[in-house]
């Protein structure tokens, strides 16, 4: 599947799209001392999939 047919296909790209985004909402609660622990862990990266 390219990615034309990816956006195409809403029973593939939706669930995608969720889960996506449920990703960034665990991201936001995950505690400060373990993402300080873990600097190499772009939790900025994730939790800006909150579209």
């Known amino acids: 599947m390219n990615f ?3 956006v195409a296909d809403d029973r593939t790209f939706d ?12 991201v936001k609660n995950v505690p400060v001392d373990i993402r300080d622990h873990n600097p190499g ?7 800006s999939l909150l579209l």
Do not use: D
């Open 15 to 26: 669930p995608v799209i969720r889960n996506l985004q449920m990703i960034g909402e665990a």
């Open 4 to 6: 034309e047919q990816f």
């Open 41 to 47: 862990l772009k939790h900025h990266t994730f939790s």
